[in-house]
C-alpha cells in the first residue's frame, strides 16, 4: 500500500555534530541554504516513528577524526562564502529483517 509522502525542512546549526529526529526511512533530497541558514530538504512518510539520525560537519581543511561509516551528504558555503563547511551523515547498522534502521 502506497503511503502519502511529504518534504520536510530541517535547519542545520553550527556545531561538529548535529542529532535529527526524522520518520525511519527518510530520504535526504537536498542541502542548501536559505536566508543565511543551512537546511536538509527531507522526503518523509509522516505517519512513520521518528529515529534519531547523526550528522556531523567538517570544515575545509580541520581534521576528520570520527569513525569512517558516514555518508557524504553535501558542501554549503557561510558567512559571505567565508566558511565551507561538509555535511556527512553517521551511518548505523542496518536490521537485516526489513531494511530500516535500528536505534
Known amino acids: 500500500m502506497e503511503t502519502n509522502k511529504t518534504i520536510w525542512k530541517y535547519p542545520l546549526y553550527i556545531t561538529d555534530i548535529v542529532d535529527i529526529d526524522m520518520p525511519i526511512c527518510a530520504k535526504i533530497l537536498d542541502l542548501q541554504i536559505q536566508k543565511g541558514i543551512p537546511c536538509l530538504w527531507v522526503l518523509v512518510d509522516p505517519t512513520e516513528k521518528l529515529e534519531t539520525r547523526t550528522f556531523i560537519i567538517h570544515g575545509t581543511g580541520h581534521d576528520i ?9 553535501g558542501t554549503y558555503l557561510i558567512y559571505d562564502d567565508e566558511l565551507v563547511l561538509h555535511l556527512f551523515e553517521l551511518l548505523k547498522q542496518r536490521s537485516n529483517t526489513d531494511g530500516r534502521r535500528k536505534k
Open 65 to 73: 577524526s570520527y569513525p569512517e561509516s558516514k555518508k557524504y551528504i
